[in-house]
């Protein structure tokens, strides 16, 4: 964001960076934010060993440095995976319009999963296994001073493999969402043993917002730290809006392809046929679509189930799907066709999230028999996508109250495999309107906690209105909370290391180390400088106040309290 | 809040109101919010048997329905419990200056717990026992048509009786915080079987805010919905601040007495003596203090267990007792003397809050061996505690991962003999600085969930700086999240309902009902305003658009999908 660059303070603590990393496939550079620890807050045992004070952080903004230049987004950003692309013989390249498409040749499959099980390891799944582990490989330093005579255990099991990640892509426990046709992206992975993700959903609607703001929003995410983005437009422009999303994005990108076929038929539901939503499955495949959400596991006989509840269907996809089922009174075509959407997902290495169109749209409908009925066929679908080596997640709700989370990824687990679990929040009541970023954090944090592998947010404009780019910032910092604090839950040394540098922070008021370690540097120093009028940001020396206006000098705890080193 | 008049919409969907009750004891006048529930989304069995559509709220805001007028706070609002006090034999008065002021007539203890013990029921018992019922006897016809045959004993298990109350506070199960020189108070009980209570704490320090800041701050407080505000101002007006806010508080106030004597030696802590700090005791206690926090718990032999912390002490009162410990070399004095603190306590029934001195203020401190070795204290020193008849709560973190809270709650039950839990979030990461209220809330409410009585608010200031009346706001609401998701997993149906009446609401698309249920109706309103600029509120008729700009016209689920009546 703009701040992020423009505050001096901020300026001279964090900067991103690329850590160049020769792998045993190839050479990568992997993505990182270092923040500049200040020397009057390091251990002694620290700077004994050493004069280098940085901390390395995960880092999901790509190239950007700042938002405020969009000008150049007609050219799309550098594509890193272009090299690896070439050199794969399984894929073919043909030209459309003026652009060139990969697919896979005919016969051959290009998913990350059939290299996995065929037991290859891709630059891909090298670079998951780097990226995921830099925060420790980068950090040693700081994981002997905690860890101390552990650390050497810690280190071991804490920096992962590329055998590792394969053989969990191969299991399907790992996705790493990656189309052939998207270049640009710096490849992540989801799934168990690694970092909890958060997607951020943008997209316009048919009466609001336009290309700008919608990369602007994709922006802003990335630069708060969304893993991927799902964009969910639906208006007239949707295709050069999705078109200049992935070719500036470096975080995959999903879809609910079944939006633009509804846009084509001018909003009528009943006039969707399976060659339309083919088409349209291509269409985004070769434009470098990462994921597609389907809601294929909505089944005919599910509708009567409905009945019972008091919100009914509240997933947009689930409810067009359901619409056609009942005007056709025929089987989910996605459904009946699945075995051919798997062949056009594996042609272009497009991973599948099985939609949950039955989620509970309120707290009153949670854990009900349409709800699981509908899990129970994504299930199966995913076994049959794996024929196909395709990569699969599962999606899930929705609205649950605290007592009946843990049921679901429970039951998740246990029918899917292990595969990913997505879950969209889950909110935990349905009064929070205004709030729904947080009521629904909490039941994202209680399942990310429980082995969620990525958590959709939810901003604060839910249930109310188009979010904005304020509405995506604060949506995916909240979400980053849950991620970071189901991953300290998880056992990510890690997650729990930087929390400890807060700590060491805090201890020595040392204010701009603890902005710089926040999840969001610029709005907690924007929030001290607003509430401690007395100190000025001008960049020039650290903010030397040893208290804050919540106690003032006399009554800080901290000032008055013992610490260890 | 000044908006909550002046918005035309939710004026005529939302008004304050008193259920007049006739106990057995005394007649009462119960607080309710009232939100008319509009026709066109009541279902049809409802419409058969009333026209009477009205959905009924507990409320903690007393008398106020504004807060843009402060010029008449000098004289306090009307005091509910005047008759009361006067009718009892054990209560004797004395003047102080121009002030009026009871204890109680010597040998004799007037505290609620004293009286349960004895088997007496206080107007105060059947007051709470009407109040946390009131959700359930004034929406009876919601019950039936949400529970249908189960709906009888709903309503037979939900309303709570006084003798019932009476049992759980001669337990000490519940608390009923209610000083007889807080004549103000609408009574409330913190407790198990009670809904889930919220605290704000307010309170200037040195360097910042006033008398009349302060006094908003708890107006926007118990008009957000806290049950309880702590005033922990520390500054020069300490005293008139306080006067202040009990004259106007129909919620219990609490304070930390240790900040008063602090203040009175300057700020030394070394020149605190127990003499000093029993006079702010009495003092405090004959102003109408409800709940006193007291530290007695940290002792002289736990500071060796702070050596191996990070964030060694954070509360603040616990801090200047460590202080005062160690300059003194002496046992802490508030254990020393709490048989003689427990008189005082028991002279005016002020109820306990026993603190948590030791609490963890970072996550790498969580569940140590200070944290639990205080625990241990507090428990005996609430056995002590019951000899005197004095009302007890207990206090509770703090920084806590996710996967170490529910060990919190469990020890604390089991030790303190299932004594109300009054817990400080706990925040679940330390990074989350600008964004506190959410790490905490998350915690909260699996705390809350799993049976603590009372959470105490954290605002998105915290770590940072003074709370200003919008970050009270922002804490309130989220806290009420907390206790609200809490209630419904504890399995209070009156919670559940509200959430069911949401989601009618939400599925004809009834956005007045909508705002008008929300915990922040005005928030709510002004978002979507903002959202839907084509909507005007012109307060005339109701907002008739059946989508929002979040999916536009033809995306939208709830359109396309069927529903319950």
Redesign the interface.
């Known amino acids: 964001m703009k701040e992020f660059v423009e505050n001096s303070i901020l300026k001279k603590k964090i900067h991103k960076d690329y850590i160049n990393i020769r792998g045993n496939i190839s050479n990568f550079l992997i993505p990182v934010k270092v923040i500049k620890i200040s020397e009057h807050i390091v251990p002694e045992e620290i700077k004994k060993r050493t004069t280098n004070f940085e901390y390395y952080i995960y880092d999901t903004s790509g190239p950007y440095e700042k938002v405020d230049n969009l000008s150049n987004f007609q050219n799309g950003i550098k594509r890193v995976r272009e090299e690896w692309l070439n050199s794969r013989t399984e894929i073919q390249s043909y030209n459309k319009g003026n652009k060139t498409i990969r697919k896979a040749t005919n016969g051959e499959r290009v998913t990350q999963r059939y290299y996995a099980r065929k037991g290859i390891i891709t630059p891909e799944m090298e670079y998951v296994a780097y990226r995921e582990s830099i925060e420790i490989s980068q950090n040693k330093i700081w994981i002997e001073w905690l860890w101390k005579e552990k650390a050497k255990d810690v280190l071991e099991k804490s920096v992962l493999s590329a055998e590792w990640i394969c053989k969990q892509v191969a299991e399907g426990k790992i996705i790493i969402p990656s189309n052939i046709n998207h270049p640009e992206l710096e490849p992540m992975g989801i799934g168990q043993g690694l970092r909890t993700k958060i997607n951020a959903n943008i997209g316009n ?4 917002s336009g290309i700008n703001e919608e990369v602007e929003k994709m922006l802003w995410a990335i630069m708060c730290g969304a893993d991927t983005v799902m964009d969910l437009s ?2 007239e422009d949707i295709n050069a809006i999705r078109e200049a999303i992935i070719r500036n994005s470096p975080v995959p990108i999903g879809t609910v392809p079944i ?1 633009e076929v ?1 846009e084509k038929v001018e ?1 009528k ?1 009943e006039d969707i046929s399976w060659e339309l939503y083919r088409d349209v499955l291509i269409h985004q495949a070769e434009q470098g679509v990462d994921y597609f959400t389907i809601h294929a596991g909505l089944l005919e006989e599910h ?1 009567p189930m ?11 996809g ?3 799907m ?2 056609w089922m009942e005007e056709h009174k025929q089987q989910n075509f996605t459904y009946t066709h699945w075995d051919e959407i798997c062949e056009i997902l594996s042609t272009y290495d497009v991973a599948v999230s099985i939609g949950d169109g039955l989620r509970p ?5 949670a854990n009900d028999e349409a709800q699981f009925a509908e899990l129970k066929v994504q299930s199966e679908l995913a076994k049959r996508a794996e024929q196909f080596d395709v990569q699969v997640m599962h999606e899930g709700p929705g609205h649950i ?3 009946k989370i843990i049921k679901n990824i429970e039951i998740q687990k246990e029918w899917c495999s292990s595969a990913p679990f997505y879950t969209l929040g889950p909110v ?8 729904d ?3 629904s ?2 039941g994202a ?2 399942i990310g ?1 429980a082995g969620t592998a990525m958590l959709c947010y939810v901003t ?9 780019k304020e509405d995506v910032r604060e949506g995916v ?2 979400y980053r ?2 991620a ?3 991953d ?2 998880k ?1 990510l040394p890690s ?2 290391l ?3 540098l ?3 922070a ?2 020595k008021f040392s204010w701009e180390d ?2 710089a ?4 540097p610029e ?2 120093l924007k ?2 400088l ?3 009028p007395c100190v000025q940001d001008n960049g020039e020396k650290r903010i030397n106040q040893n208290y ?17 080193e």
């Open positions: 609607s048919s009466i609001r639906t208006g939006y509804l909003g539901p509708l409905i009945e019972k509840r008091l919100a009914g269907i509240v997933s947009r689930g409810a067009i359901a619409r749209g309120c707290i009153y409908d109250p605290m007592d935990v009541t349905d009064i929070a309107t205004g709030y970023h947080i009521s954090a909490i944090t209680v906690s604060p404009k839910e249930h109310i209105g188009l979010p904005d910092v909240t909370i849950s970071h604090a189901s300290i839950a056992g997650a729990f930087r929390d400890c807060m700590a060491l805090r201890v603890q902005f370690l926040a999840l969001d709005k907690s929030m001290f607003e509430s401690n804050c206006t919540m106690c003032g000098p006399k009554f800080c705890a901290m000032k008055l309290s013992k610490t260890k």
